[in-house]
């Protein structure tokens, strides 16, 4: 059996990867609305300030603070209200010493004021009642507290200025991150291309999921969760299908696929044997060919990874369980660092009490399915023990309880972190 | 200024929200393939056992259990090797007392063995190189080490048994369950029908993004950061445009969008009068109108919360803000209610140390935006200030830190839950 040559702690393994993946992939421009889940190929900086015009926080009335200054309800200021603002239209009523303007939350604030008094701190002297339409001016109000200059009122440029920068490069977007371009009126938005990754399946063994199967036979799982995950990370997955033990035949179509995406993943055969042929298809696709052949993980210690060309090149072991995890682990992180994201999503986790223990070694980061449940004494983690060849592990757990590198296991009863699928 | 008739607690709206909520959308069947993140119609059971046949997970040889029993290193176990299981194959050796054939992980055992003897534990006495063809048959091996009945077996049914129920109705399908499901060659599967959601904007100062805006006015955000959040809930985003402050054209267009999509959302003008508008235009369309008006929560309070004919319908603040937290707390669950999900996806958390003091007030749930920064002491949560109009406030952070029901705040210091977008 040969020696793994180059057994990497899983932070390290990754480090390595980057390091030798320098260039982003080119960039596009698309419509804003739909970008969501994209990353930004260029800093993104305001066309205009916003709000682009002071408005009102409050439904009541624009004053000049001063107006209202050492105002109390048992000495409440007396002003007249000369007009009102409508929504969605210019401020054009000018407010002269002592007079107010009805201004409605959102609505723009008159050159000459510089508060909002709340209409809640005001009553109506002569009796005229307040509505959005069909109010008699000018009527009398009282104003019970003093308001400051400023208060209740949306300053130009409090949400974004002018020429900020709203977005940095590399960032990935959200529906919030939309929103805040489109209230600017930008309708398109960079973004770099949509990685491509080709998949392929090896193995005697391995045939199509709608085909039948005959004794010795089981069915491709591999292509399609990694499919999922590429998905899920922005990429756009591009099957290869399922090639034999054959050395000539696999490196043709890793040679093929590689030449037409932006990455490469090989779900290898399991046995040592195939294993060594990936080694070398990798190594014959070009510079610089198999970064380290091992990650002290488990599941997925015999994890290839390379780099050809500048493009990642992942075998990954043939169990599903193992491919799955290390995929995520080693071709999700690439296909963001092909998109230029600075800063990866953080993990969703959450902390379970363990209602079992797990053994594990020491110098080895063990990811172990967990199956989630509430209990009275809060939430509860509970492993979904089996062997990495069963994807059934996967389907009835809900996230991956990880035992550090440094830690011989974990006991029953200990609270542990829970990452979420 | 009208009183909130019925604020409650946001776990006890949406309690009340979900009683009113009875139906699950019909099924359609859709290829296997193209199912992730869609929610099952219905439980889905094996057709067949997996795995079919008894697997090797090691490379070495399948042999008869008892023919090792007692070997060690000082006194190996002698077996003749007879042939060769390959991968993909019926396993055609039939062993006799003493006799091995060559496996490889992942091949069938043959109907006579009962265990595997990895090849790390045994010695090929006639120097006969193993290889995955041209194996001169037979060759002797001596087996250092005993191994029980099933040892390094994989037995018929071992990941799903004939018959079990793999996933239950309501299970929101991932990659790994896509794996599941075409490893047993169900190659399409039942899931809800995507929900189809109506939004209008509402307001007289609201404008298409793409329009000028002259003072006043405003661009329409809520529509795409609403539809942005639809979408990763698996619904389908129906956008109805913005409507004027008229109680008649609102009517009208609610009526017409409700009637063709599966729950509306209205996000409201957020002055008093027209909020109390969109109550009146709720309550018009059908019964039983409008549930609650008003959450014991910050931002978002004056949201409403109603059923007609068994469609949820949403009335959200206008505030950027407000609109998206009111809408992952109520819409979002919706949508999955809809689909009938049993289980909501769980909330990914991180805990970070709060950068300084939060005040609030007992009896409301905060929701006070963070961005999360890595420093020497770990995680850190640094609470990004400001109104609930300005969008930058979310663009600017990670998530949102939750300031419990009964809290009067949070202190600098204190570790707290950061729910991530």
Redesign the interface.
Known sequence: ?PEFFNVLPPDDARDLLFRHLTAVLPSETIS??EA?GRVTGAAVTAPHA????R?S?M?GYAVRAADTFGASESLPAFLQVVGE???????NVALSVGQAAVV?????IPDSADAVVQ??QTQTVSGVPL??NGIQFPFEIEVLKSVAVGQNV?QVG???RLGAE??PAGHIL???????L????I?AVEVVRRPRVGILAT????VS??E???????????S??????V??AGGVPVLGGIIS?DFAALETAAADLLAETDMLVMSA?????VRDMTVQVIDGLGQPGVLLHGVATRPGKPTIVGVVNGKPVLGLP?N?VSA?VQFDMFGVPAIYHLQGVKKMP??????AQLSQNIASESGREDYVPAR?EDSADGLRAIPVF??S????T??NA?GLIRVPLNKGGLLAGEWVEVR??
Do not use: C
Not at 50 to 53: E, I, K, S
Not at 85 to 90: F, L
Not at 104 to 108: D, F, K, P, Q, Y
Not at 346 to 351: E, F, I, M, S, T
């Open positions: 059996m804003t609305q969501n916003l709000p682009q015009f408005r926080t439904d603002v409508p929504m969605g239209q210019a401020a409605h939350t959102g609505g723009m209409i809640e509505s959005v949306l409090e949400d974004v709203i977005l959200r529906p919030q991150d939309l929103g805040g489109l209230a600017l009126g309708m193995g005697d063994e391995v999921p709608e039948p199967t005959a004794p010795g036979q089981i069915r491709d799982i591999n399609y969760t990694v499919a999922g995950l998905e899920q033990d055969g399991s046995s040592v044997s043939g599903p799955m953080r993990r969703g986790l959450v902390w989630l089996g062997k060849n069963l994807i059934y996967l389907v809900d979420l699928f």
